[in-house]
């Protein structure tokens, strides 16, 4: 913005050239400048989009007792009216002070002070500092009632700074960072002695390259003039609010706040703190709920981390992958046997709002005990009490105790919505790279993207398809592609990811669902109608897909599910002739009685995820077509009793299934003589 101002400052000067008051200008914007700065209200009038152009220059001459040259006053409106956006009035004076000085080889600069400064004490400080610097300086007086009283000298780009203020935070920062031993020293008389030992007279020299200002704070954006060796996504110090870097200019930065606004005006400072935003990693946040900034929200008080990590960094290269073979267990029959998941697969679980996507992660989740998986769930703009609910399942599970919480609620800011993702994936990272499998719900990346759209279009950057910037899809595919299965070399360590998408009436085709699909390894999808009709999980087998297929199931699973999306499909299709049962053939009867047989088996009720062997067992069964001979309202109740019977006659079968993780010709013949006698002891038990 101070690029385009300046330019306009140009115009302005120009127009006083051509009319030869250049001086005149000079004088009666020098007037305002100095007005401006010492009232506040005064400034925000002439800023505000509530008056026009006339009444602002009507209440510039009652202020001044109409002493203001009318030309003067056309000439800086008509510039100001030409500006695509208004309200820089202010910006557009000084600019033109200071490059009319730098015609005249003056160095413009500033004296910040809590009370209006004597023209004379200004004139003593031009003095001094031209003598200390070489050159002609001149100063312009602005008054910030918080710096309680010295003064503040800033002239390019080195700030010296007096103020009491500064004194103050100086000494608060000498004492917090003081270690001090309670048994031995009492700590009135430790402050006592570094107060003693503090020089006030000793001013604080910063440069503008760590050092800068507030030039407009709005909606939880800062505008900063200064710290020209800011890095992008470096975290700054603004009054007592931390801020992250988004957009570098040149001599311009924007940045989204992290915390709250209320103490940062207009001048307010800003520091640089050299270090881009990270989070705390390590086994100490298992348990723990955090925020996107890893901060305790659990009240069960501070975290030692065991270090801390960058939440932007690049994503493993192909050589430094291997490829994804072991099945992550998600204890839902229908994904582990028709849309398995591996670990370091991305998939994507896509629907409707209200059709079961959380409860699918939250079962996932509750499957891992056990399973030496660290989970990580990732809740992006969810009411507070939802996420509480989830957190109380997960304690009531057992799941906590190997699981971390990252919440970023609806009520938070957008810059914390946007970031909570990333800082989930790198505290994921910290234990992938040390060689663990890690498993992370991000829910939902839906309202990720609606709160990188909010912080783009409040940065002005140019919106494009439904409002979303040019690089949405980015947004997500860095966050996506750094999930995955490291070589050997790097310990074999992997992240899976599990990102949600919520659609509008079921369409999968909108701009944000197409992009997270096409990065993802497969996605299941989850139908209203399926949910409202009793199915659950609601799964949609038809468009649900696992790009990693058969390689991330065990050989047993492979061998008894290989057949159930076709059986699924075929099934589908007679489906709609089942109305006229009279008239079907025989085949397409049984082929009908076998889909909704095997339909009634597939469904699961939430928080019950199943074994991998007691799963393989139940598909067994319905290979061989006996639950063909069962009554659909009794499937269940032969579900739970073979169950019963496998685990406790038959451990043996069991724990064969779980170590050879397949089923061998010996062990094919021992299973369909069990669970052939056990169905026909059930129905004889019906009868």
Avoid at 629 to 656: G, Q
Wanted: net charge negative; hydrophobic share 35%.
């Amino acid at each position: 913005m101070s690029l385009k101002i300046r330019s306009y400052a140009r115009n302005l000067m120009e127009l006083a050239s051509q009319e030869d008051t250049v001086d005149l200008f000079y004088r009666d914007l020098k007037r305002i400048n100095n007005e401006l700065n010492r009232d506040e209200d005064l400034a925000k009038f002439i800023e505000s989009d509530d008056f026009s152009s006339e009444e602002k220059k009507r209440k510039l001459q009652e202020v001044f007792n109409n002493e203001l040259d009318d030309s003067i006053l056309y000439g800086l409106f008509l510039v100001i009216e030409s500006i695509p956006r208004n309200h820089l009035e202010c910006e557009l004076i000084h600019e033109f002070l200071e490059y009319y000085y730098q015609t005249r080889g003056i160095v413009f600069g500033a004296a910040y002070s809590a009370k209006e400064i004597d023209d004379s004490d200004i004139e003593t400080l031009e003095e001094a500092f031209s003598h200390k610097l070489g050159r002609t300086i001149k100063l312009e007086n602005k008054v910030d009632k918080k710096l309680i009283g010295g003064v503040k000298v800033v002239i390019n780009d080195t700030v010296w700074d007096g103020t009491y203020k500064a004194k103050m935070d100086e000494l608060k920062n000498i004492l917090l960072n003081k270690e001090i031993n309670k048994e031995e020293k009492d700590l009135g008389l430790d402050m006592s002695e570094e107060i003693s030992h503090f020089d006030p007279q000793e001013i604080k020299t910063e440069s503008n390259r760590t050092t800068g200002y507030v030039t407009s704070v709005a909606d939880g954006v800062a505008n900063i003039s200064g710290i020209y060796d800011a890095m992008a996504g470096e975290i700054l110090d603004i009054g007592q609010t931390k801020a992250m870097v988004m957009d570098l200019e040149e001599d311009n930065i924007a940045a989204v706040l992290l915390g709250s606004d209320n103490d940062i005006v207009k001048g307010t400072q800003v520091s640089s703190t050299g270090k881009v935003i990270e989070v705390p990693v390590g086994d100490s946040l298992l348990g723990r709920v955090v925020d996107a900034l890893g901060r305790p929200i659990d009240g069960k008080g501070v975290i030692k981390p065991d270090a801390y990590r960058q939440i932007e960094v690049s994503a493993p290269g192909v050589i430094d992958r291997s490829p994804v073979d072991e099945p992550l267990q998600t204890g839902i029959k229908i994904i582990d046997s028709m849309i398995p998941i591996g670990k370091g697969q991305r998939e994507l679980i896509i629907g409707d709002r209200q059709t079961g996507k959380t409860a699918l992660a939250v079962d996932t989740i509750i499957n891992q005990k056990g399973r030496n998986v660290k989970c990580i769930y990732v809740a992006i703009g969810q009411k507070n009490s939802t996420v509480a609910q989830i957190i109380e399942k997960l304690n009531n599970y057992g799941a906590m105790n190997y699981t971390s919480v990252v919440v970023a609620g609806a009520s938070e800011l957008a810059s914390l919505q946007y970031i909570a993702p990333y800082s989930g994936c790198s505290i994921g990272e910290y234990w992938m790279n040390k060689g663990e499998d890690v498993l992370i719900v991000y829910d939902d990346l839906s309202k990720h993207a609606v709160a990188y759209r909010t912080l783009s279009l409040l940065l002005r950057r140019p919106p494009g398809r439904e409002a979303y910037p040019g690089d949405v899809f980015y947004l997500h595919s860095r966050l996506l592609e750094r999930s995955g299965k490291l070589s050997e070399r790097l310990g074999k360590g992997s992240l899976t990811a599990l990102p949600i998408i919520e659609t509008q009436a079921g369409d999968i085709s909108a701009y944000i669902p197409t992009n997270v699909i096409s990065i993802t390894d497969g996605q299941i999808f989850l139908q209203s109608e399926l949910f409202n009709s009793g199915i659950r999980p609601a799964i949609d087998y038809g468009l649900s897909v696992s790009r990693v297929g058969s390689a991330a199931q065990i050989k047993a699973m492979k061998n008894v599910s290989s057949s159930l999306k076709l059986d699924l499909s075929q099934y589908q299709e007679v489906l709609d002739f089942a109305q006229f049962g009279s008239d079907l053939d025989p085949s397409t009867r049984a082929r009908i009685n076998h889909g909704r047989h095997l339909v009634e088996l597939l469904k699961q009720p939430q928080y019950q995820p199943m074994a991998t062997a007691d799963q393989v067992m139940l598909l067994f069964a319905n290979k061989l077509g006996l639950l063909d001979e069962i009554p659909l309202e009794r499937i269940k109740e032969y579900e739970n009793d073979l169950l019963i019977e496998m685990n406790s006659v038959h451990p043996d079968v069991i724990a064969e299934i779980n170590e050879k993780k397949q089923i061998d010709d010996k062990l094919n013949t021992r299973l369909t003589d069990i669970i052939t006698s056990f169905t026909t002891r059930f129905r004889l038990m019906e009868n």
